[in-house]
């Protein structure tokens, strides 16, 4: 099984700070997923990168997924309290297996 | 359109009983996948079910099962539990391929005392 290793853990931030969240492997994945989580609920699909460099914007949210394939980030501008939450990198393994990382805790504060 | 259905929401179980977990992918969804999602481990991979077959299984113990029917449907079974199956288990359907993203469920969380 491949190994996803995201970064930071946590971040916790005041309203309006940019922010950005780290996703890393040896290996390559042939599509990188991020997700949302809140509290008792599950993960919700934010964007899936499939190709190498690309680069894809949901609002305030830039995902790029890197040129070897092995790395993704996400950087959010301006964050808002409604941002808060765990975010989590998914890559797509061998099988329709999804690989997540250890997920960062987001929190925003106004 | 209804999303995953997961059901019950929440289960308490004493260890040595065995459990089923039900979900109801998206209408038209054939592949459905199952996650178990711990403090310590994060999310790890049960098992994939494509047309009521098992195509992927994940590095759990032969007490983890699944299944899934002709319309889609699964279950899993957990039996003989333990403590440290206490835990949120999640759902995810797809349309084809993971590579389209999954869209989950609510899970179930499960407490084994």
């Known amino acids: 099984t491949q190994l996803l290793e995201q970064s930071p853990q946590f971040l916790s931030i005041q309203e309006g700070e940019n922010l950005t969240v780290y996703c890393n492997s040896s290996?390559?994945?042939?599509?990188l997923q991020w997700y949302r989580q809140e509290p008792g609920e599950g993960p919700v699909l934010l964007v899936t990168v499939v190709t190498g460099g690309e680069v894809k914007k949901l609002k305030r949210l830039t995902f790029q997924f890197g040129d070897a394939r092995k790395d993704s980030s996400l950087h959010i501008t301006a964050a808002q309290p409604g941002d808060t939450g765990l975010y989590l990198c998914a890559g797509v393994e061998y099988g329709n297996k999804l690989v997540f990382g250890a997920g960062t805790i987001l929190r925003v504060k106004s | 359109k209804a999303g995953v259905t997961q059901t019950p929401r929440y289960l308490i179980k004493t260890r040595g009983q065995q459990v089923t977990l039900s979900c109801s992918p998206i209408s038209g969804h054939r592949s459905v996948s199952w996650y178990q999602q711990t403090p310590g481990q994060g999310l790890q991979f049960l098992f994939e079910y494509f047309s009521e077959t098992q195509r992927n299984k994940g590095n759990f113990p032969g007490r983890f099962s699944g299944r899934q029917f002709s319309n889609s449907r699964s279950e899993m079974n957990v039996s003989t539990l333990e403590l440290g199956d206490s835990a949120l288990y999640l759902c995810?359907?797809?349309?084809?391929?993971?590579?389209?993203?999954?869209?989950f469920g609510s899970g179930t969380r499960l407490t084994v005392v």
């Open positions: 995810a359907s797809s349309l084809r391929e993971a590579n389209y993203g999954y869209t």
């Open positions: 290996s390559v994945f042939s599509s």
